[in-house]
């Protein structure tokens, strides 16, 4: 049996999606296929635009056997800590052969030598990265110049570390480095518009362009072009019965949030700095939207994702000590199933044969199969689920659906 893993957002799922599965599978002879997808919240820090049990569904319409919950400590989180969570949950499911990721630049090779050089930190790579910060280089054009001056032989691949896709790839090698994992690295070449393009193509338009299209009012029909058909067609019904949520949607709780915590400040939740908690009590009296305060609170060394990030933890009560106790846990305790095709019961029978964690296919049986520990983790994820739920409770006018009465998605 050959396994094939993949993370993902599928924020929503398109034709670039369908590809990437295609031709990993193509790639590796893969019987099946693992997808690790973010839930309700995703890393740019925002809402998913349809809810998780939706997205897994697109996903097992379109070539994935399983899909598993990534923990939203680590899917709101930085590319590092995204991949950590990641990489954990498919290296204890015991079964995966290769990580398979797009990248903007296709080259294993160098997304590899890079990844070596930023984890194993040389001296004379942290003696120039030091220095560059010094000249008052930002830290990611500081990190690219001093990658070059270590090794000149990365001089032509200057751009790779301004790509999300790439950033994310090395972060994934990074974490299968540091597990000394056997799982093996993959990459496909990403086509189609660029992942920060707005614009919507004739057929692989970046989930960006998508949303954007959506937020903006665009008849829905310019969708059919974008995506398969079965998750047009579960886009489609989710439009038209106001079920997607944008991150304005959630201003108001945000705003609220940050006005009861105002006395003590945020530097208590995951990636909010000093500087930023101040910032934010500085300008609260001006605060008018989610988005507004991003772009308020933005700066030369802070991007509005970053911000936006920090106040999405602050929002879901994420907070700094939890990390230590994910440590404790290697990270990820546990895998939630979102969803599964019935052809893949092979795959979920030797992943309970050989993970490390348990497979949790019910909520109401995680109380037996956890310790305690992780059981509290599970449920700071249905806590927050429950906000996401909530959010789109009041913009539909639909009851609030019970987590622990929504069934996995089986096809």
Do not use: W
């Amino acid at each position: 049996m050959k396994v094939n893993g993949i993370v993902a957002e599928y924020n929503p799922f398109h034709n670039g999606h369908k590809y990437h599965l295609e031709d990993a599978r193509k790639r590796n002879g893969a019987d099946y296929t693992v997808v690790v997808m973010s839930g309700n919240f995703v890393q740019r820090g925002a809402p998913a635009l349809l809810d998780k049990f939706s997205r897994a569904r697109m996903a097992l319409s379109c070539g994935a056997d399983l899909v598993l919950e990534l923990p939203v400590f680590y899917a709101v989180s930085s590319a590092e800590y995204f991949a950590t969570g990641a990489v954990a949950l498919l290296d204890k499911l015991g079964v995966v052969d290769h990580l398979c990721f797009g990248s903007e630049c296709g080259d294993l090779a160098i997304l590899s030598r890079i990844a070596h050089i930023l984890l194993t930190e040389p001296a004379e790579y942290t003696a120039l990265l030091k220095d560059n910060l010094k000249q008052g280089h930002s830290y990611p054009n500081a990190r690219t110049g001093a990658l070059i001056q270590y090794d000149p032989s990365l001089s032509s691949s200057r751009d790779v570390l301004s790509s999300p896709n790439n950033i994310l790839g090395i972060e994934y090698l990074k974490a299968l480095k540091r597990r000394e994992s056997t799982i093996l690295p993959d990459t496909t070449l990403r086509i189609g518009s660029d992942y920060r393009d707005k614009r919507l193509g004739d057929h692989q338009s970046s989930a960006l362009a998508i949303r954007h299209a959506i937020s903006s009012g665009q008849d829905h029909s310019f969708l059919i072009n974008q995506m398969p058909e079965c998750a047009y067609q579960i886009t489609k019904k989710a439009l038209e019965q106001s079920l997607t949520l944008e991150v304005n949607d959630f201003s108001a709780a945000l705003h609220y949030k940050l006005l009861q915590e105002k006395e003590k400040g945020y530097t208590e939740y995951l990636d909010v700095s000093p500087d930023l908690s101040e910032r934010i009590l500085n300008n609260l009296d001006d605060f008018t939207g989610f988005q507004d305060f991003c772009d308020l609170l933005k700066s030369k060394d802070m991007t509005y994702t970053r911000i936006s990030r920090c106040l999405l933890h602050i929002l879901l009560d994420i907070r700094t000590s939890a990390l230590n106790s994910y440590r404790s846990m290697d990270y990820v305790p546990y895998a939630r199933v979102l969803g599964f095709r019935k052809e893949a019961s092979p795959l979920l029978a030797a992943i309970k044969e050989h993970a490390s964690i348990p497979l949790i296919t019910k909520l109401a049986d995680a109380g037996t199969l956890l310790g305690s520990e992780a059981y509290n983790m599970l449920q700071r994820e249905l806590s927050v689920n429950s906000i996401y739920q909530s959010g789109l409770s009041l913009k539909s006018g639909r009851p609030m659906p019970n987590e622990y009465r929504t069934p996995i998605v089986i096809l």
